[in-house]
């Protein structure tokens, strides 16, 4: 089946076009296009016999409750992300913006992938390679700042 926005294949049990995101019309139940059409004839009808204003014509698509349709919404669109690229970014911080920018960037990046890894039940590419860095960017903090720090305090406290 092929979405009637957009024009690319999508599956035939899809509510929504995983491409561009628009309601598939042949989801519909038949006695829900059968609705509208009655609606849309009668419509016609009443525009030929009077002017209507558009207030008048009222055209109501039911959806099923049951539907879990904002969660294949949300999968189709983390289910392609990559998080390599963010990784590659964050390296590039940690050497150009003095650690702590790098550090922040993965932070936010990780944090993206586990929401991504949670809602499609597997881990994105980049994600163990964002978990690295974090613990690099840690070690990083450790021999560049701490370590730095408490020896300056030691040699400011033997000088005493």
């Known amino acids: 089946m092929y979405c009637h926005n957009c024009g690319k294949e999508i599956n035939k ?21 059968e609705t509208i059409n009655e609606v849309k004839n009668s419509n016609v009808q009443s525009l030929n016999n009077q002017k209507l204003d558009k207030s008048e014509i009222n055209v109501r698509v039911v959806q099923d409750p049951n539907s879990n349709l904002g969660l294949n919404m949300e999968y189709a669109a983390h289910s392609s992300k990559s998080y390599i690229g963010s990784a590659w970014l964050t390296i590039v911080l940690y050497i150009f913006a003095f650690w702590i920018g790098g550090f922040i960037a993965n932070i936010v990046y990780l944090n993206a992938a586990k929401n ?4 499609i039940n597997r881990d994105p590419p980049g994600l163990v ?25 030691a040699a400011l406290a033997s000088s005493y």
């Not at 991504?116 to 809602?119: D, V």
């Not at 390679?129 to 305090?153: E, M, Q, Y």
């Open 13 to 33: 049990n899809s509510v929504y076009c995983i491409h561009c995101g628009k309601e598939v019309l042949n989801k519909l139940e038949n006695n829900q296009i």
């Open 116 to 119: 991504t890894s949670r809602i």
């Open 129 to 153: 390679f964002l978990v690295v860095l974090l613990i690099l960017g840690i070690l990083g903090l450790i021999s560049g700042i701490i370590i730095p720090i408490a020896f300056g305090c």
